[in-house]
Nanobody, 116 residues
């Protein structure tokens, strides 16, 4: 059974940085996209950043210039470097990896709290 395991969340002060990591428990073949989503209390889950197998990236407008996604689809690992964090970045962050067959896998989520 495939599991995506996230790590790196925590409590950080405004302006600080965190790096989230995500790895698959077993190999997932034919990954075409990996991404990070987040869900704040009372809000819908939203896409934060995505990277495709050819290296193309896209970001939510709210994180452009502050967050950087990277990863290796062959190794089923994806990272999210988050800088200049703001209180509004507080949310549970989820890793997602999807295949060319339309199958998507999700992690269990990691809490990020930005507060002084």
């Amino acid at each position: 059974q495939v599991q995506l395991v996230e790590s790196g969340g925590g409590l950080v002060q405004p302006g600080g940085s965190l790096r989230l990591s995500c790895a698959a428990s077993v190999s997932i073949f034919r990954i075409n996209a990996m991404g990070w989503y987040r869900q704040a209390p009372g809000k819908q889950r939203e896409l934060v950043a995505q990277i495709t197998s050819d290296g193309s990236t896209n970001y939510a407008d709210s994180v452009k210039g502050r967050f950087t996604i990277s990863g290796d689809s062959a190794k089923n690992t994806v990272y999210l470097q988050m800088n200049s964090l703001k209180p509004e970045d507080t949310a549970v962050y989820y890793c997602q990896q999807s295949t060319i067959y339309g199958i998507g896998y999700w992690g269990q989520g990691t809490q990020v709290t930005v507060s002084s």
